[in-house]
């Protein structure tokens, strides 16, 4: 299959482009496209065809269900059985934006998109690209990240079309994502509200608005969420084997140990920094996290693909940060690294 490769400026926003991606869309087909969080890869979510075609192009399991994506907060009403209070609190305060909210499913989601379940996900995203785009298909939008299963989300469009060309009808390039970490997800059908997976907003944020919040085990750490089922798999794996160390104050030391025994046993070492110097350390390939903690999560699944493309097999990635947004980042980066953790206490 040919994929069409189209570009945006999310600043003026092309309709006419716009309406190609969504009549696509509409007609059934798959298009990529650019969310605050990750690229998503959107199909009809009304279309058990369409859907079927997202997990063949990512090679994703079906029991993991697809978030549905709309342009509108009256879009939700036919999709789930009603609207809880404190749902529609949330959409107030985080809509649009990088949160995707559970409630029970109507009978217009199938089971492809809830993957049997009897809930359904749904999220109003902020991006300019992708409200137009949904909004010109004028159908729900079930979307996951544009990514292989398994491997980092893509936060520019370069990263899908290394996954996905051939694949899909069309890439809508429109830069790179801001959050860069793909979206919350709480689940207002539990008795008391509960994260099943960390994202841009956080945890204090829905409590500021919700009152008691839940963390469900491994939406607050680093272990498995199971109640969420995509977290149970292999993801955001690069093909390096990465390690975190988790230092106080200075890793430089603690580092150069470990890189120095990687190198013996014959690996090409790579570090992600954060904001600190690491070159005493004498890793062969080196990549910039960021300076702040908002700018390592932005940057984190740009930089896990980078280290494959600069040949380094083995990857230290020291971490002490403890913003709010380090929970959603060490939450992917500890999957990424197969909770390979060290721990440091200088
Ligand atoms: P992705 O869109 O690839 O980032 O994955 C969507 C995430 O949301 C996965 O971790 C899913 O398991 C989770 N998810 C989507 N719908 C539901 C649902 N109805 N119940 C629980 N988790 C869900
Ligand atoms: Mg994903």
Known sequence: METKEIK??????????????????????????????????????????????????????????????????????????????????????????????????????????????????????????????????????????????????????????EDMLGKIDMIADGGSCDVGLESTVIDMTADVPTVLRPGGITLDMLEAVLGEVHAAKGSATQDEAPKSPGMKYKHYAPKAEVHILEYKTDATNALAKLVAQAKQDGHTVGILTDDKDYMPCGAQVYINGGKTAEEYAANLFDALRAFDAKGADVVYAPLRWQDPIMVAVRNRIYKAAANRVTYTEE
Do not use: C
């Open 8 to 161: 945006f400026n999310p600043e003026n926003i092309d309709l006419a482009l716009a309406k190609e991606a969504g009549d696509i869309l509409a007609r059934g087909g798959l298009v990529a496209f650019p969310t605050e969080t990750v690229y998503g890869l959107g199909a009809n979510a009304l279309d058990e065809e369409a859907v079927k075609k997202i997990f063949l192009a990512k090679g994703r399991p079906s029991d993991n269900p697809l978030i549905v994506h709309v342009a509108d907060e009256k879009d939700v009403e036919a999709l789930v059985e009603e609207i809880p209070e404190k749902a529609k609190l949330l959409m107030r305060h985080f809509w649009p934006g990088p949160i995707s909210i559970i409630m029970k499913k109507s009978n217009k989601i199938s089971d492809y998109v809830s993957a049997g379940l009897q809930t359904v996900a749904i999220r109003m995203p902020s991006n300019p690209v992708a409200r137009e785009i949904i909004r010109a298909a004028g159908v729900p939008i079930a979307a996951p990240s544009a990514n292989t299963s398994g491997k980092p989300s893509p936060t520019e469009a370069a990263h899908v079309r």
